[in-house]
């Protein structure tokens, strides 16, 4: 009886963890939101699609550390733009979005991590249509060059410098 019930405890707490992980590999939706899973791409990615109040695709990109990328958000409406969040963080705030940031994003990602591409037409704009359709490039880009580390600064000294040795 003991060893049953050890079992089932055991068990309990596998179902437990694996709801938990899978819970923190998927995004919360807003209502009309189809997620797709991306694969980091080796050449130019375009992503194609329409929005309207949430009624959109949504993408996650996993993204690992030391990869150089740029993302460009473009829409024939002024009213659509583009929110990017990292899942690996506990805040909900985005960190690039079109509104304010510009229209393209480029880096060099610092931790391996998932990011939420969410496109969205804005709530608040004037006009009411039918959405707008966008387009989303991922370009990976070869690494950036190294910029050599500047020498020290030159500062005032009383003393004179020695002379280099030969």
Known sequence: MKDHSVRTLIAAAALFLLTVSAMAQTPPLDPGEKLEKLQFPAV???LKGWTKFGNSHVYT???RAGQHMKISFSSKSKFAF???FDLSKP???AFFGTDEDGM?????VKENATWLLRPYYSKVSP????GAPFS???EP???APQQPKPAELERPSLFPKAPAKQ
């Open 44 to 46: 130019t990615m375009q």
């Open 141 to 143: 880009l070869a690494a």
């Open 127 to 130: 006009r009411r249509g039918l």
């Open 61 to 63: 990109l996993p993204v």
């Open 82 to 84: 583009l929110a990017i």
């Open 104 to 108: 393209s994003f480029e880096t060099t």
């Open 91 to 93: 805040d909900d705030e």
């Open 136 to 138: 989303i490039l991922i």
